[in-house]
């Protein structure tokens, strides 16, 4: 299988999860998947939620943030992968100057 994302739409989201700040992502998905390039933009944050639908693989491509994943502070830079599993609650936040670019998978289980 192959997922062309230059082919999905790209949406912007404001505030996602009550979070501040906007991200931009282009979605897969389907009832194993969900497979999200996402940016957050410098000052913004992904809002603290009950991962509900699966496993959150969360990689991280460039920029700075932080995770907090059931209370655990993790820090966010290029090349490290945050993992929220099923029934977590977690937030992600963009402390850097820069986009945090990430490439998103949510394994549904």
């Not at 992904?46 to 994943?69: E, F, M, R, V, W």
Request: some cysteine; glycine content about 12%.
């Amino acid at each position: 299988m192959i997922i062309d994302f230059n082919k999905l739409n790209e949406m912007t989201i404001p505030g996602m999860n009550s979070g501040t700040g906007q991200m931009t992502v282009r979605m897969y998905n389907d009832e194993k998947y969900r497979i999200v390039p996402t940016i957050i933009q410098a000052g913004g944050s992904i809002g603290l939620h009950t991962q509900n639908s699966g496993d959150d693989l969360n990689y991280i491509i460039s920029g700075t943030g932080k995770a907090i994943c059931d209370g655990v502070e993790e820090k966010l830079s290029a090349g490290v992968m945050h993992i929220c599993p099923k029934g977590s609650e977690h937030t992600i936040i963009n402390t850097g100057d820069n986009d945090l670019v990430m490439l998103t998978v949510v394994i549904a289980r």
